[in-house]
């Protein structure tokens, strides 16, 4: 009996170390959001998530590590590979659907790449390992969703998965950068592989 209590306990206690945690990370993007990648700090995430400092230090060792474990989550908890939907048109689509069809993760993700733009000068280092994750795991996408269109022979010759990770990052941070934030929309979205990012796959494919 007194193990069950121990258990429920623990169980509980875990709960919310996981809520606390939640509430921070939302903090975290809510900031970039609403400010800049300065005034993104530490007594500003604990006010906004209503967490102590201790709390917060308890888990990350500072701003740039809270800061680098937020973007990770928010940019690489989607790097798993893509449906298969028969066709490279269709793989892109729901690939970028599912990373940024919902509104609200849309806007954070733009403010954050808004901040990391903004934040090279301020905060190099977690620029660079942010930026480096990132690639990564587009890399891997990428070369996945290559090797399926091959294999259809929807392109024939070897195309860089650097050149269309390239591609793709390039004209979403445009979009964050110049454009107002409901600018990735679904048709900008279809726009965006039909008239950009397939031509240049196709051409270096052929």
């Not at 474990?69 to 893509?82: I, M, Y």
């Not at 659907?97 to 905060?123: E, F």
């Not at 190099?124 to 259809?152: F, M, N």
């Not at 679904?186 to 270096?204: F, G």
Request: proline letters at 2%; a negative charge; one cysteine or more.
């Amino acid at each position: 009996m007194a193990g069950a209590v121990v258990s429920e306990r623990s169980e509980t206690s875990g709960r919310r170390g996981r809520s606390r945690e939640d509430a921070i990370c939302t903090a975290v993007m809510d900031l970039l959001v609403e400010g800049s990648f300065e005034g993104l700090t530490v007594d500003a995430v604990a006010a906004k998530a209503k967490a102590s400092k201790a709390t917060i230090y308890r888990r990350w060792s500072g701003r740039d590590d809270l800061v680098l474990d937020v973007l990770r989550r928010e940019f690489l908890g989607d790097g798993r590979t893509p449906v298969d939907t028969g066709s490279l048109r269709g793989d892109l689509l729901a690939t970028l659907r599912r990373d940024m069809g919902d509104p609200l993760v849309t806007r954070h993700k733009l403010a954050a790449i808004r901040s990391i733009s903004t934040a090279a000068c301020a905060a190099p280092d977690l620029v660079s390992a942010v930026t480096a994750e990132i690639g990564r795991i587009q890399l891997e996408l990428w070369s996945e969703l290559l090797r399926r269109a091959k294999e259809r022979g929807e392109i024939v010759g070897e195309v860089s998965a650097a050149l269309c990770t390239e591609v793709l990052r390039g004209q979403l941070c445009a979009q964050a950068l110049f454009e107002a934030e409901n600018a990735v929309s679904d048709e900008y979205l279809e726009h965006l592989v039909d008239d950009i990012v397939l031509p240049v796959v196709h051409h270096a494919g052929r």
